[in-house]
């Protein structure tokens, strides 16, 4: 069984800060990608970012120069760093997970998901 558990979130001020927590455990011992994605009531879950193995990323164009991805390998896990947070950041993050290349969850998505941890950035 994978188990992606996050944690981290909660209510903040706009122009605060959040740092989400994600580690991954079960018969997948290490996955290719790590990132995460959000959804806001009415909207449709997006990506925010993702990480490879190698320390390729990917970021939402909306975050990228907000939020900042990163992995610890032997940790099996991955955090988010968001700074300058804005009330249109307010959502249900979730923690995704998968084996294949960045290319492949970039068009199709994560196979891997953890339950979410929610984000509300009032003003």
């Known amino acids: 069984q994978v188990q992606l558990v996050e944690s981290g979130g909660g209510l903040v001020q706009a122009g605060g800060s959040l740092r989400l927590s994600c580690a991954a455990s079960?018969?997948?011992?290490?996955?290719?990608?790590m990132g995460w994605y959000r959804q806001a009531p009415g909207k449709q879950r997006e990506l925010v970012a993702a990480i490879a193995r190698g320390g390729t990323t990917n970021y939402a164009g909306s975050v990228k120069d907000r939020f900042t991805i990163s992995r610890d390998n032997t940790r099996n896990a991955v955090y988010l760093q968001m700074n300058s947070l804005k009330p249109e950041d307010t959502a249900v993050y979730y923690c995704?997970?998968?084996?294949?290349?960045?290319?492949?969850?970039?068009?199709?998505?994560?196979?891997?998901w953890g339950k979410g941890t929610l984000v509300i950035v009032s003003s």
């Open positions: 995704a997970a998968d084996p294949r290349p960045l290319i492949a969850t970039s068009r199709d998505g994560m196979n891997y």
């Open positions: 079960g018969s997948i011992f290490s996955f290719n990608v």
